[in-house]
């Protein structure tokens, strides 16, 4: 049985072994359930790892006014997704 020792700040490392298991990766949410005598943990919220990678291409700029920067107010988040969603 894996082991893990508490920390000063109460915090404790999830032994490799069990995160690879059940596939806990950083930013994992968990609840500690008291079972008269036992703690559970139950893992609440999965979250899969991304690269930066992953996101390229999400966003395109186009050129604003010749000779001046944009503003951002000049920025839709929105119309790009909808004009992503129609393509």
């Known amino acids: 049985m894996a082991t893990a020792t ?8 999830i032994p490799l072994e069990i995160r690879e298991r059940y596939g806990l990766t950083a930013g994992t949410q968990v609840e500690f359930v008291d079972q008269g005598g036992a703690i559970q943990l139950v893992v609440r919220r999965r979250v899969t790892p ?5 996101g390229f291409g999400l966003v ?14 000049e920025f ?3 119309a790009l997704v909808r004009k992503k969603a129609s393509a």
Do not use: C, N
Request: proline share 7%.
């Open 6 to 13: 508490l920390s000063v700040k109460g915090q404790i490392v």
């Open 50 to 54: 991304t690269s930066p990678e992953a």
């Open 60 to 73: 395109h700029a186009t050129p604003g006014r010749k000779g001046a920067g944009r503003k951002l107010s």
């Open 76 to 78: 839709d988040a929105a």
